[in-house]
């Protein structure tokens, strides 16, 4: 069993209560717009950190993340990137792979709008966890939490940091 924080476009921002929300977390899970190195280190030297890049990452982080992560927690295939698009509209560069191979669970991020939804077309559950950073367009940072036990994905609770 694995406990699994994730977060996206913290945009060279950490909310120090991220430590906090994530301090019983295994992992944690960036899924792109980190903004800057400094995050990246400060979330990796806490927890074990899974992430991709943005749109407006730079050099430094391009050289340390890819742009898609696929790996395997416990028994579920997961996708992470940060341009995804949503279930019904998943972005050019990123459906054809789902459609081929499609994971349990696809994290995506950029939108800044928290999204959870069950694609049942792909068998596949599509998580956006909002925006953790103060910069864009959202009224509320979010994060969100969830278990994976085995092949199964429970326990998911949406954080607010208002």
Not at 29 to 47: M, P, R, T
Not at 98 to 118: E, T, W
């Amino acid at each position: 069993m694995k406990r699994i924080g994730i977060l996206s476009d913290t945009h060279a921002f950490l909310d120090e209560r991220v430590f906090t929300y994530f301090k019983d977390c295994d992992e944690i899970w960036h899924a792109g717009d980190i903004g800057s190195l400094a995050v990246a280190d400060k979330l990796a030297a806490f927890k074990p950190l899974r992430a991709v890049v943005g749109n407006i990452d730079g050099a430094e982080l391009r050289r340390s993340f890819p742009l898609h992560n696929r790996f395997f927690c416990e028994q579920v295939a997961v996708l992470l990137t940060h341009i995804g698009g949503y279930p019904g509209k998943y972005a050019k560069e990123i459906s054809d792979e789902l459609r081929s191979n499609p994971p349990m669970l696809f994290v995506a991020g950029h939108s800044h709008i928290l999204r959870v939804q069950y694609d049942s077309s792909l068998n596949l559950l599509y998580v956006n966890p909002g925006a953790a950073g103060k910069y864009g367009f959202h009224q509320v940072s979010t994060l969100i939490r969830l278990v994976i036990d085995g092949k199964q994905i429970k326990d998911l609770e949406v954080i607010e940091l208002s």
